[in-house]
């Protein structure tokens, strides 16, 4: 074995492309290909896609963005004929009249091969089935002599089946030397870990070292986080990208022998409930910018919901983005107004009160007359809400400016929101986030925040925020707890019926009050027509309310709460084939 090493660059370009915007993520190409060149580099590799922007959905089925996309491609292609690095590139395109998730080689001023995805996941957030047809399994590209496995995101994700191609192994078996995986892999708590796993295996199949490349951005309730890494043939880490940033790194390779070893830097990485306020952050900076409004308005109610929400907002935005409005009827406490004050001096944003009893007033003078001789009821307290939402939607009418909503999940699930009152708006930083996560962010966002937070440092959420009974004020001496569990045991079980799918019978063995259990159950069931209406917001759970969880609002199907119903196999035709193929779909 020779001890002559070579030598071999690549810069790692995790960006933050804009679904859509050719033009713009042709500009960050050349960018990320400039400082590849002052670094060196004889390889730049982009994500998954990155010439559409991820995930393109229907949008890519149009034959002018796929024109475009393969314009955006041989423009860059004949760019390289400069001598500088090549590039690796996500792109949508078409071949024979098929439409492909494709990885383009760009190199010597031409396109010097492609590579499809093969293996389309369709479950989930993702929907590639639908839109693209799949590669067959092929072998290296070569880049500078060195022989390059260009596997895209889900190609290395699962174990070979009758329906899924061993890309890696393949690419191994066909001489590939290093394994670059482009990547759109959206955040959810403790991702990475999965990640990790997944990179693990094949290595550990190939034994060769593997580049996991991932994006970074918000798209729409998406948040894709980067944290990209690099392992070597022996499993040890080579180099760790930050999450929730932006950078262009190139990762050095020597060899020895047959073997390539790479070393790059390794960054810290945030976990838990500072990786899922970041990833709010993130998820809200980018809706608003890529949408094109100049700011965020939103209700401050003096509770702790809205409080989270708004310094999500400055850290997001900036306090010169941020307008909060104060609406007090009757009901509003003096404390909850002296709070939302205070919390509004400490983030600088720009906040009025404005009274809202006329208003609401005003209402029940009009509707008198109908509700004669009927006593008051929800409607009352839902009348308010919609005054509020009457009134923030007028304001951003006017100004331009986007409503920030501030349910939290634990409300969406139940239905403990007004419909056109505190529904109101374009985006919700806290969708995904149950009550009592809602209560850890605002405490630790007290003594910490992300390292590209635009908002103050130190104690900015009001302390009786925090440790006052939520209540939505709507009627004297109300507490959520009125009408809800206790969060902590609303919570629990919630992520059991949502991201779990347990049954009821489950929970119930688990140690939960059969009663509540069903009562949580029922008001998830009718509340699901509240969900369809609502604004889009961060997905940072298994399973949230959108795109991973597509249930019907007419469904009549209940868990009845008791055990569960054996299957009678002997109903079943399997017409001679394995039992396996009585669940294909």
């Known amino acids: 074995m020779s001890e002559r090493a070579s030598n071999f660059s690549v810069a790692l370009a995790q960006l933050n492309p804009t679904v859509g915007d050719i033009a713009g993520n042709v500009a960050k190409a050349r960018e990320a290909r400039a400082q590849a060149v002052a670094d060196g580099a004889d390889l730049v590799l982009f994500p998954e896609l990155f010439i559409s922007g991820y995930p393109p959905e229907d949008l890519v089925l149009k ?99 009758e329906d899924y191609e061993n890309v890696v192994e393949t690419l191994a078996e066909t001489g590939a030397e290093i394994i670059l995986v482009p990547n759109a892999s959206p955040y959810a708590r403790d991702k990475g870990d999965v990640r990790l796993s997944v990179a693990v295996a094949r290595v550990t199949e190939s034994g060769l070292p593997l580049v996991y490349l991932n994006q970074i951005c918000g798209q729409d309730e998406l948040v894709f986080d980067g944290a990209s890494f690099a392992l070597n043939g022996d499993l040890s880490l080579a180099a760790q990208l930050p999450a929730f940033a932006e950078t262009v790194t190139t990762l050095h390779f020597t060899k020895h022998g047959d073997d390539w070893r790479c070393t790059g830097p390794v960054a810290q990485l945030p976990e838990g409930d500072k990786a899922d306020y970041a990833a709010c952050v993130l998820g809200l900076r980018d809706y608003v910018g890529k949408n094109g409004f100049p700011g965020v308005l939103l209700g401050i109610s003096g509770g702790i919901d809205s409080a989270l929400c708004a310094a999500i907002a400055v850290d997001a935005l900036g306090a010169d983005q941020v307008h909060g409005v104060m609406l007090p009827y009757r009901y509003t406490a003096h404390s909850s107004i002296a709070d939302a004050g205070e919390l509004a001096g400490h983030l600088g944003l720009r906040y009025e009160v404005l009274p809202i009893t006329d208003a609401v007033n005003g209402f029940e003078t009009i509707l008198s007359d109908i509700f004669k001789n009927l006593p008051p009821d929800i409607t009352e307290e839902n009348l308010q809400a919609r005054t509020r939402g009457t009134l923030l939607m007028a304001i951003s009418n006017k100004t331009g400016l986007m409503v920030v909503t501030t349910g939290n999940k634990s409300e969406m699930s139940v239905g403990y929101a007004t419909l056109y009152g505190d529904m109101n708006g374009g985006f919700n930083p806290i969708k995904d986030i149950y009550k009592t996560q809602v209560f850890r962010l605002a405490a630790l966002r007290n003594e910490w925040k992300p390292d590209d937070a635009l908002g103050p440092s130190g104690e900015i959420i009001p302390p009786d925020i925090i440790t006052r009974p939520p209540t939505a004020e709507l009627r004297e001496n109300q507490t959520d707890q009125d009408s809800l569990p206790p969060y902590d045991v609303l919570d629990a079980v919630l992520e059991r019926l949502v991201e779990r799918e347990e049954p009821l019978e489950a929970i119930v063995a688990a140690g939960f009050e059969r009663e509540i259990v069903a009562r949580i159950d029922h008001l998830l069931n009718i509340a699901e027509y509240k969900r369809r209406q609502a604004a889009p917001g961060v997905k940072v759970t298994r399973k949230n309310f959108g795109r991973d969880r597509r249930y019907p609002i007419t469904n009549r199907f209940r868990d009845t709460g008791g055990p569960l119903p054996a299957p009678d196999e002997t109903l079943v035709s399997r017409g001679g084939r394995a039992s396996t193929d009585a669940f294909e779909g």
């Open 63 to 161: 034959p002018a963005f796929q024109a475009a996309c393969r314009a955006a491609i041989e423009e860059l292609a004949r760019e390289t004929a400069d001598g500088g690095p090549a590039m690796l590139i996500g792109t949508p395109w078409v071949e024979d009249e098929k439409l492909y998730n494709a990885c383009a080689l760009l190199d010597g001023g031409r396109i010097a091969s492609l590579r499809f995805k093969c293996n389309l996941p369709n479950y989930g957030v993702f929907d590639e089935k639908r839109l693209f047809a799949r590669g067959p399994a092929a072998g290296p590209v070569t880049v500078c002599g060195v022989r390059i496995g260009v596997p895209i995101c889900e190609d290395i994700w699962l174990e070979e089946s």
